[in-house]
C-alpha cells in the first residue's frame, strides 16, 4: 500500500479490541475499490479516515474531494447538487491520473430529505451499470460519512446501503483503555505549534482524563490537550 499504517488518523491507536479491529479493516478495505460508508459518532472525525483510506490505496495518486452535503438542504439546492455531482463523477479521458478523483467523500447525509437521500443512493448505485461506462468515470470510490446509525437500517434506504462497505468507528465506551494513548498522540500533534516538547500530562490530570466521559470523542479529547 502506498501509505501504509502511519497515514493512519493520530486517534486510531490504542490497544482496544475495538481498535485493533477496525484497524485490521482499514487495511482490507484500503486494498479494494467498493465504496465505503464510514458510521461514526459525533466528536470523530469521519473525513481524517476517509482520506487515510484514499492514501493507502491504489489510487493514492489521485484527488480526495469532500463534499458537504449541508450545503445542498433546501430544495432550491438541489439542481446544482446534481450538476456538482455530476460533474465531479464525469469520465475525462484527457485528465491525467493525478487530475482524476480517486475518493469522492460525502458528509452532512443526516441535514437532507427523506426523498433527497434514496435519490442520491439510487444514483450512486446506479453510476456502477455498464451503460454509464462513458459518462461517468467508474474507477471513482464513494466514501460517506454517516453519524445516525438509524440511516442505514431504514426500510427506504437499507436496499441501497448494502451496496457500501461498512466501516464503524468504535464509541469512547468501547475504547476507554486507550485514552493515555490518545492523549500522548495528541499531545504529539500539537508539540511543534508550541515549540517545546511536550512529556505527559501531571498524575492528576490524567486521572481526571481516566473518568471523564468525554461527550464530543476524541475531538474534545484533541482540544482539551
Not at 39 to 49: A, C, F, I, K, N
Request: hydrophobic letters at 40%.
Amino acid at each position: 500500500m502506498p501509505g501504509g499504517r502511519r497515514d493512519i488518523p493520530w486517534w486510531v491507536q490504542g490497544t482496544s479490541a475495538a481498535i485493533q479491529s477496525i484497524r485490521r479493516d482499514v487495511d482490507r478495505v484500503s486494498a479494494q475499490n467498493e465504496d465505503v460508508v464510514l458510521r461514526g459518532p459525533v466528536g470523530v472525525p469521519l473525513r481524517d479516515l476517509a482520506h487515510s483510506l484514499h492514501r493507502q490505496s491504489h489510487a493514492a495518486r489521485r484527488r480526495f474531494v469532500s463534499l458537504d452535503l449541508h450545503g445542498f438542504e433546501k430544495e432550491s439546492s438541489e439542481t446544482s447538487f446534481w450538476s456538482t455531482l455530476q460533474k465531479l463523477l464525469a469520465e475525462d479521458g484527457s485528465l491525467s491520473d493525478d487530475q482524476r478523483i480517486g475518493v469522492l467523500y460525502l458528509e452532512g447525509w443526516e441535514s437532507l430529505t427523506g426523498h433527497f437521500q434514496k435519490s442520491l443512493l439510487e444514483y450512486l448505485r446506479r453510476r456502477r451499470l455498464e451503460r454509464y461506462r462513458d459518462r461517468v468515470d467508474q474507477s471513482i470510490r464513494v466514501i460517506a460519512g454517516v453519524r445516525d446509525p438509524a440511516l442505514l437500517v431504514r426500510d427506504d434506504l437499507a436496499e441501497f446501503w448494502v451496496e457500501f462497505v461498512p466501516l464503524r468507528i468504535p464509541a469512547r465506551t468501547e475504547r476507554r483503555e486507550d485514552i493515555p494513548v490518545l492523549i500522548q498522540a495528541s499531545l504529539e500533534r500539537h508539540a511543534p505549534r508550541i515549540a517545546k516538547p511536550v512529556h505527559g500530562l501531571s498524575l492528576s490530570a490524567l486521572r481526571f482524563c481516566l473518568v471523564y466521559a468525554w461527550p464530543v470523542n476524541v475531538e474534545e479529547l484533541d482540544r482539551m490537550m
